[in-house]
């Protein structure tokens, strides 16, 4: 191409450019626009994942300290008779309701995030403790939900699983520590996975609670519940030589 051709060429762009610039404009604007929107959500989004946190961290923090404060005080009043110390639990019984009702609402409200998580998680503690399990499995249920595909729905679905187990319902206890034995990074896997089997055993599963042992001992040959799951084996399958 010679110099005229490129000058052609250059005068054809910026007549084009001239006669279309609303148009031109217009389409470098809709590209900040673009960009600017999403730099602004991404920002949104991260102040409001730290507000909600700060926002349940703040429920949970008080409900401790209150906690921390109220055994201080029993404890320096020397109260430590069967007394006293059902006083001291009404105490933080009421401390705990108002924190659960409250760690309700935000756990609705960021029900998928990890605010969310600790919302649900912690109430499913404060029910377990108080051997509700029911209530308990409910609220590991919603932890486990507001957390799919990260390691610490492992954590909320092994405590749902527990609190099924405490239930005898074997069913949804199975059905938990599967789902727990499937995440990743989760450090309980192994233990999961045992319970599996155990569960399998329970519902008078046998084949298949070999192949979680099985599975066991193969993913983790060296972890401690491999030599429960291998011993488990030699007793399903009456093999002493496994």
């Known amino acids: ?49 730290k507000t909600s946190v700060t926002s349940v961290e703040k429920v ?13 005080k029993n404890s320096s ?26 760690l309700k609402l935000l ?34 249920e919603l932890a486990a939900a507001a957390v799919k595909n990260s390691y610490v729905e492992g954590v909320a679905s092994f405590n749902a699983a527990s609190c099924a187990d405490e239930l005898g319902d074997k069913e949804k206890a199975l059905a938990y520590y599967e789902r727990a034995s499937k995440v990743e990074d989760f450090p309980l896997v192994p233990r999961a996975i045992f319970n599996t089997g155990r569960l399998y055993e329970a519902l008078s599963k046998k084949d298949e609670a070999i192949l979680s042992y099985n599975k066991l ?13 291998k011993s488990r084996v030699i007793v399903l399958t009456g093999d002493g030589t496994k």
């Open 1 to 49: 191409m010679n110099l005229e051709e490129n000058k052609d060429l250059a005068q054809k762009i910026s007549d084009f450019l001239a006669a279309n610039r609303k148009i031109v404009i217009g389409v470098f604007v809709c590209i900040l626009l673009v960009v600017a929107g999403t730099v602004s959500w991404f920002v949104i989004g991260e102040n409001l994942r």
């Open 77 to 102: 009043a020397g109260n430590t008779d069967a007394e006293d110390q059902e006083i001291v639990s009404e105490a933080v019984k009421e401390a705990e309701d108002k924190a659960i009702e409250e």
């Open 217 to 229: 001992l193969e993913k983790y040959p060296q972890n401690e519940w491999a030599l429960l799951a």
């Open 107 to 140: 756990g609705a409200k960021y029900s998928s995030s990890y605010a969310g998580f600790r919302a649900n998680t912690v109430i499913a503690e404060i029910y377990f403790q108080r051997k509700m399990y029911e209530d308990a499995f409910k609220f590991y």
């Open 60 to 72: 949970i923090y008080e409900l401790e300290e209150f906690k921390r404060q109220d055994q201080a």
